[in-house]
């Protein structure tokens, strides 16, 4: 079965500090990996996804993620954080190889930004 | 990109009621729904899949007969919670995959129930 562990459910940093949320997954197919971010009472926003293309994924609000098959891992960073970006973060596996199948999350992290 | 919404965003209800709550994908058809459930500070937990024109499937520990999912089309799917207690008190979320590509799956803005 397919699962995600993301590593620290709080992670704090300064405003302009670098970001690093830490994804690490367990899958028995090809992974398809998804970041999330989800502000208080609002539903999911897709950040950035992995589809087996490049390793590097780019996503929206300088996010980016880089897939290493090696570590099983799927890092979230941004170099430089905003105070817009405090918001909870889930990372996300497809639960199976059929594009059919639902999302596996993660535990979240509660990104704070201190200014 | 596509979309999905959900109605209602919030309600609130009294413990032994029953509250619909309706998903649709507005701009792709979807054979496929997916519902999950967020407590308060806690991750997302699929509760079922929603299948157009056959059963839902249900995950284990999600009790069929009080949360009652209808797909009457390729575009809407329903979750009924019956006789709601303040337990089910939760955020709920659907999804669903759209074909082409890489099926990414795309979130309703979620409904927010509390059961008094």
């Known amino acids: 079965a397919q699962s995600v562990t993301q590593l620290g459910s709080h992670v704090s940093v300064s405003e302009g500090a670098l970001v690093l949320l830490r994804c690490n997954y367990s899958?028995?197919?090809?992974?398809?990996l998804f970041w999330y971010v989800q502000y208080p009472n609002q539903g999911l926003q897709l950040l950035l996804k992995y589809t087996s293309a490049a390793t590097l994924v780019k996503g929206i609000n300088g996010f980016e993620a880089e897939f290493k098959k090696s570590e099983t891992s799927f890092h979230l960073t941004k170099p430089s954080a905003h105070m817009s970006d405090a918001a909870e973060y889930f990372c996300?596996?497809?639960?199976?190889?059929?594009?059919?199948?639902?999302?596996?999350f993660g535990k979240g992290t509660r990104l704070s930004v201190i200014a | 990109g596509a979309v999905v919404s959900q109605h209602p965003s919030w309600v609130i209800c009294k413990s032994g009621t029953s509250v619909k709550i309706e998903c649709r994908s507005l701009d792709f058809q979807a054979t496929t729904m997916f519902w999950y459930r967020q407590f308060p500070k806690q991750s997302l937990m699929l509760m079922a899949t929603s299948n157009e024109g056959s059963k839902a499937t249900y995950e284990q520990g999600v009790e069929k007969d009080k949360f009652l999912i209808n797909h009457a089309s390729l575009t809407l799917s329903t979750l009924t919670v019956t006789s709601a207690h303040p337990e089910d008190s939760s955020f709920y979320i659907c999804?669903?995959?759209?074909?082409?590509?890489?099926?990414?799956?795309?979130f309703g803005p979620g409904t927010r129930l509390t059961v008094t």
């Open positions: 899958s028995s197919v090809p992974p398809y």
């Open positions: 996300a596996v497809r639960g199976g190889l059929s594009g059919n199948t639902p999302l596996v």
């Open positions: 999804s669903a995959p759209r074909a082409g590509g890489h099926y990414e799956q795309y």
